[in-house]
């Protein structure tokens, strides 16, 4: 490599934090990190989080968020050294040479604003283009990366557009000044898969039409793969692995490595119905408050005893409406909910004690599903009081069996959520779940803010506690992987429909429905030119039509 | 129709609500103090016939029901009825008086919402550093002291010590002196009257100004302050941040139109207080306003006067929070742009 264009020696990031209870320290996140990277190469960076990846890719414009602070080491953009230049130079960089795309960019654009002002913003504050080229070459982005109507496009506002359509703004607006380098934090993690796949391939086009480099964080390595020349591997702040995209996929050297390459190994055998479900759903039609159309249509499922039905759709879909009505948080307009034989009162309220304490419910986030100030004993003592009565010694020993069902050692009982990492919360709230003995537990995306390798865990803790308790999961997910992890049937929903159902292995082989392939192909696979096979494949169809 | 409209229709509407029901709380309010104007016109040694007699001719033996819904009458059509103590006209009286409260609003205003917004963008700018801590630490120091408090000491300072000083500057040539002496005169009463011109007005009622403006200076500024300071949390400051654009800049630029709704309102607030809450400053200085006015009558147990005074602060109230509702509305780009 002869002159890189971005030179990473011993990069060192701290940050101050404040656990609770405690006094202040400084800590080190990112421990010594070098790599090089030359002009028009994409380097893609992964690892779970907490790795510093991110970290890593912002210390690249001389940013630190929050608290965090670089404290060693040298990073030189262009041969020069921007971690000791004043800030006047570094607001040069910012913006001109090194431009960043973050995962959100619902929260990246200001809503205030209408999008053609953002995108070329720094471009004209920069000087790189008066304003007139840069808004010319917006609309040249904006074709380019496929957005309907670029020539309009720009003088909407940030909420008039949908999730994906301001994801490819946001790699506008990062293009927009000819930056040398481009910083992709997680550019489409918070998108749909069908939505994903379009957005991913926008980027690797304009990436290769602009000959711009980029740093590509993301914790997927199936969407890396996609787009990088070489892959750094992270752990815990420093550097595992580092090799040609090739050689990381398909010849890992490192356990870690190895670990990400082969995530999802969970196979599980697809249980047989019973006789009597514990769950039906019928004809369920229902809609929110104020609004003049149905969320859900007609649905019709079942869910047999101790096993597990994946609802599976993207966002908008109505699959967490579904957990709403099952739930009586919102009372459907026609249909019935038969409840391990009894017929289920629509609302919540009505409902009788022990209905509430068979049919439990997990979140998305652990976080906001606990009380802060509550310490873990207190959280899952509270149903064992509330449904059962337990007291003292009693519900102590109670509330140790289940933190022992869970995998937590000792010494959990008295910690408070902001003291466990993200895959143990989500442990907490399942106990919680459990601590009812409910024989039907609504798991909704409970694993999709996890990392790849904790969701495994909590994935086969849910198989294992299923196989001793015996209790049936709705498991709501817009995961795929996770379905085919963890499912015994199937229900695909999309726009309010339930579009396809039936037991996993009728569901997930051909033939398939428009959208349900749709769906399934567009689930990233860690493989190298996966991306260009699907799109290739999906042109040859729609030219076939 | 527009969402926009539909919702600004709907404030409008609960304003005149609002003020309808203010208007009965004003009415019982009154009807349940305790007193007779009969009395304290007549004094303690009036007979019973002529105090009946004159409640009689003031209409006050009427049922409550029955004044309510004359006064009402009356007030609808601009006519806010006699006052009981004098027999003149109260929305003649009132006008005048209501012109200088107006008057004295705004002039506070005009000087005290800009600098508070600056002075609360300065805060943000320059976070947790002297400027931020110094603005802070003045502007509270002024909330805390009492009204009447720096209205005597502005007046101790400026309206008797300054002259003092300037004449004892006897290095300084005469002309300059007396220059000074006339120009940097503060009046300690805030004289009022139709022959002034408008400069002698706001001379006349500089004091005031000054004290007004340091009493809802600290509000204002501490809730700009706070109300930026959550927008810069948000993302899309990193963003502009990440374009390498200097401080200022984004707080002008990105965070400020973000944060208009929450200061508008604490603007609005404190208008509402240079209006309604200015007794005491109109006391300290003689002012002729509508405090005065109110708290005159008030103590007479004129009704109808205090009556018209609460309706039409009551007014002044609702009107300038529907004004920052409507604002908060109109800042609002998804309710300005809908899909």
């Known amino acids: 490599m002869t002159n890189p264009l971005l030179k990473v020696r011993g990069l060192k990031i701290g940050a101050t934090i404040y656990p609770p209870g405690e006094k202040s320290r400084d800590i080190e996140i990112v421990h010594g990190v070098d790599f090089d990277l030359a002009p028009g190469k994409v380097l893609g960076l992964i690892g779970e989080s907490g790795a510093g990846k991110s970290t890593i890719g912002l210390a690249s414009m001389a940013y630190g968020r929050g608290g965090v602070e670089i404290t060693g080491g040298s990073v030189e953009v262009n041969g020069r050294d921007i971690l000791h230049s004043g800030l006047r130079d570094v607001r040069r960089l910012r913006g001109a040479e090194v431009t960043y795309v973050s995962q959100s960019a619902a929260a990246s654009f200001n809503p205030a604003k209408q999008i053609m002002e953002q995108v070329t913003e720094a471009a004209i504050f920069q000087n790189k283009f008066s304003r007139q080229d840069a808004e010319a070459r917006a609309v040249e982005l904006f074709r380019k990366l496929g957005l309907p109507d670029p020539e309009n496009i720009g003088s909407r506002y940030p909420h008039q557009v949908s999730g994906g359509q301001l994801q490819r703004c946001m790699t506008a607006l990062a293009l927009c000044p000819q930056p040398d380098l481009v910083v992709f934090d997680e550019p489409t993690t918070a998108l749909d898969v069908t939505t994903q796949i379009d957005v991913l391939a926008a980027i690797k086009e304009a990436i290769r039409d602009t000959g711009v480099a980029a740093l590509y964080i993301t914790h997927d390595l199936a969407v890396v793969a996609q787009v990088s020349d070489h892959i750094m591997v992270l752990q815990q702040g420093a550097m595992v692995e580092y090799g040609t995209t090739d050689q990381i996929i398909n010849a890992p050297k490192e356990d870690y490595t190895k670990a990400l390459v082969s995530v999802r190994s969970i196979t599980h055998e697809e249980k047989q119905p019973t006789a009597t479900p514990v769950l039906q759903v019928e004809g369920i039609t229902a809609r929110y408050a104020g609004t003049n159309f149905d969320v859900l249509k007609d649905i019709t499922v079942d869910l047999h005893p101790g096993q597990t039905l994946a609802v599976v759709g993207e966002s908008g879909s109505g699959k967490s409406t579904l957990a709403r009505v099952i739930t009586g948080l919102l009372p459907p307009s026609a249909g019935q909910i038969t409840f391990d034989g009894r017929t289920l009162t629509p609302d919540l309220a009505t409902r009788p004690l022990e209905d509430l304490r068979e049919l439990q419910m997990i979140y998305q986030m652990a976080d906001t599903a606990m009380n802060p100030r509550q310490t873990v004993g207190t959280i899952i003592g509270r149903p064992l009081e509330f449904y059962f009565g337990l007291k003292g010694a009693e519900k102590q020993k109670r509330i140790q069996e289940l933190l022992d069902e869970i995998e937590l050692g000792d010494g959990f009982q008295d910690r408070y959520p902001a003291e466990l990492s993200g895959g143990q919360k989500q442990r907490v709230c399942i106990a919680r779940a459990l601590a009812a003995k409910p024989k039907l537990i609504i798991c909704d995306e409970v694993t999709s803010a996890l990392d790849p390798l904790v969701a495994d865990g909590i994935l086969k803790l849910l198989l294992n506690l299923q196989k001793i308790e015996d209790v049936a999961y709705l498991f709501i997910t817009h995961d795929l992987a996770t379905v085919r992890a963890i499912a015994d049937s199937i229900a695909v929903m999309y726009q309010g429909n339930v579009v396809r159902y039936g037991p996993k292995s009728e569901v997930l082989s051909p033939p398939f429905d428009d959208y349900t392939d749709l769906l399934l192909s567009s689930v990233p696979e860690m493989k190298l030119g996966w991306l260009e096979e699907v799109l290739e494949h999906r042109k040859m169809e729609s030219a076939g039509n | ?339």
């Open chain 2, 1 to 339: 129709m527009h969402p926009i409209l539909t919702l600004v229709a709907q404030r409008l509407a609960l304003g005149f609500l609002l003020l309808f029901a203010a208007s009965i709380l004003i009415f019982v309010g009154t009807a349940i103090l305790p007193g007779d104007v009969a009395q304290s016109i007549l004094g303690q040694s009036a007979t019973p016939e002529a105090l009946a007699n004159l409640r009689a001719e003031l209409g006050v033996d009427q049922p409550a029901i029955t004044r309510y819904f004359s006064w009402l009458g009356g007030v609808l059509q601009g006519d806010l009825g006699t006052a009981l103590t004098n027999g003149r006209d109260i929305a003649e009286s009132l006008s005048s008086r209501l012109g200088n409260t107006l008057f004295l609003a705004f002039w506070a205003a005009l000087i005290a919402v800009p600098l508070a917004i600056t002075l609360g963008l300065l805060a943000v700018r320059y976070k947790d550093r002297w400027p931020d801590k110094l603005i802070s630490a003045i502007t509270l120091t002024t909330i805390s002291i009492p009204e009447f408090m720096i209205g005597y000491l502005l007046i101790f300072f400026l309206s008797i010590q300054l002259p003092l000083l300037i004449g004892g500057m006897e290095f300084l040539p005469d002309g300059l002196r007396s220059w000074l002496l006339s120009n940097l005169r503060f009046s300690s009463v805030a004289l009022m009257n139709d022959s002034m011109t408008l400069i002698e007005k706001i001379k006349s009622i500089t004091l005031p100004i000054m004290v007004l403006t340091l009493v809802v200076l600290a509000h204002m500024m501490r809730m700009t302050r706070a109300a930026i300071l959550n927008v810069m949390q948000s993302a899309y400051i990193e963003t502009a941040e990440l374009k390498g654009l200097g401080m200022l800049k984004i707080i002008r630029k990105h965070a400020f139109p973000n944060a208009i709704a929450p200061i508008v309102n604490v603007v609005m607030l404190n208008l509402a207080y240079l209006v309604v809450g200015v007794v005491v400053v109109e006391v300290v200085f003689a002012y002729p306003g509508m405090g005065q006015y109110l708290v005159d009558h008030v103590s007479k147990r004129d009704v109808p006067v205090v009556q018209a005074c609460g309706l039409i602060f009551a007014a002044v109230y609702i009107g300038l929070n529907l004004i920052a509702d409507i604002v908060s509305i109109l800042a609002n780009p998804r309710l300005r742009h809908p899909k």
